[in-house]
């Protein structure tokens, strides 16, 4: 082998590592029994079936996927679950930090530099919802508003940009300039794969015992995974399968 060859070689391998480093293992897809499933955060996680947990896991992927609460039955135990909001996780130097986000439809397949900073829009700006003039328009932010870009396409020139901390979608970057007083300021963290997610709320019963929680669960590939944070952060990373 070449040393040039070893030298390329080195270099994609630290590419692929600094992509993947800070990318977050988010709990388990509710497939597993024990505190696998998504009733993990529950008082009464430990009590459920084999039955139970398949119930469950059906109706909450079914309720992150339509937006609609379900309800389900298992052999000992019933629930609920209510979805909320729609949030994305991993563009923060804490990949678990979730950023709430305006809409479920945004394509975040692309790679995406983070943490830019600070930007002003110089004229009436078209927001979309994927990074490309082939996207349909979600929105359009007058000139002159201030815009927070935590993300860059790695490929072109899209930017993901939030307002108020809540994401809004994709703006082209020639639309923008940094803002004032902030155009000396170190900017842009590694790239990172956006991952979006969804808060909900839950019920279950079993016999007399009752319980009610929230959480937030995100989605990679097809498969729902319960979000890592303080509360959860014993969860080990499992493999998804799309």
């Known amino acids: 082998m070449t040393s040039q060859i070893r030298l390329t070689m080195l270099v994609l391998a630290g590419a692929l590592l600094a992509s993947c480093e800070s990318i977050p293992y988010l709990g388990a897809d509710g497939s597993s029994g024990g505190s696998g499933g998504f009733a993990y955060g529950s008082d009464l996680d430990g009590s459920l079936n084999r039955k139970d947990r398949e119930a469950l896991a ?4 079914d309720a992150m996927e339509t937006g609609a609460s379900r309800r389900w039955r298992g052999s000992h ?9 729609f949030s994305i996780a991993n563009l923060k130097s804490d990949p678990a930090t979730r950023i709430p986000v305006s809409r479920g439809d945004l394509d975040l397949q692309s790679s995406l530099e983070t943490e830019l900073g600070l930007y002003v829009l110089t004229r009436n700006s078209n927001v979309r919802i994927g990074p490309g003039t ?66 909900f709320r839950q019920t279950l019963r079993r016999y007399s015992e009752n319980d009610e929680w929230t959480g937030a669960a995100c989605r990679s590939g097809s498969a729902w995974r319960l979000a890592m944070d303080e509360a959860n952060e014993e969860f080990a990373p499992l493999v998804l399968t799309d």
């Open 77 to 85: 135990a019933v629930g609920e679950v209510w979805p909320g909001g």
């Open 134 to 199: 082939n996207h349909a328009i979600a929105e359009v932010l007058a000139s002159g508003a201030g815009v927070d870009v935590v993300g860059k396409t790695a490929d072109d020139d899209w930017m993901l940009v939030a307002v108020d901390g809540v994401v809004r979608g994709y703006v082209f970057k020639n639309l923008m300039i940094k803002a004032p007083g902030s155009e000396l300021e170190l900017a842009g963290g590694p790239r990172r794969q956006a991952t979006l997610c969804r808060e």
């Open 58 to 61: 059906s109706a909450f992927v």
